[in-house]
């Protein structure tokens, strides 16, 4: 069973850092592009981060301070977020796409939704001022 497994989460002071750990099992990660997207309440999901099979990142909000990374053998991808701000409260999923690029644009699934492979549950990031 494909399974990502998001952690890490919490509630953080304004200007403040997270590291998200996505872990992957049941297959590996190293065939897949893994991204990085939110929900907000009332809000459409959005890009935030992704990684290519080939270590390329691409960021898609201008407004977060953020690196990905991959680390095949420990089958898990991390999201580093720093300066963070209350608008970026919203719950954070990873996700493996059947591609092994990104893709252009954030609105994952209104565009890219047939190569969404599978995602996680997700992870609550609350921003306090």
């Known amino acids: 069973q494909l399974q990502l497994v998001e952690s890490g989460g919490g509630l953080v002071q304004a200007g403040g850092s997270l590291r998200l750990p996505c872990v992957a099992s049941?297959?590996?990660?190293?065939?897949?592009?893994i991204g990085w997207f939110r929900q907000a309440p009332g809000k459409e999901r959005e890009g935030v981060s992704c990684?290519?099979?080939?270590?390329?990142a691409t960021n898609y909000q201008d407004s977060v301070r953020a690196t990905i990374s991959r680390h095949n053998a420990e089958n898990t991808v991390y999201l580093q977020m720093s300066s963070l701000k209350p608008e970026d409260t919203a719950v954070y999923h990873c996700?493996?796409?059947?591609?092994?690029?990104?893709?252009?644009?954030?609105?994952?699934?209104?565009?890219?939704?047939?190569?969404?492979?599978?995602w996680g549950q997700g992870t609550l990031v609350t921003v306090s001022s």
């Open positions: 996700v493996a796409f059947t591609r092994n690029v990104c893709p252009y644009g954030s609105r994952w699934f209104t565009h890219y939704k047939e190569d969404l492979e599978v």
């Open positions: 049941g297959f590996t990660l190293n065939d897949n592009a």
């Open positions: 990684i290519s099979t080939s270590g390329e």
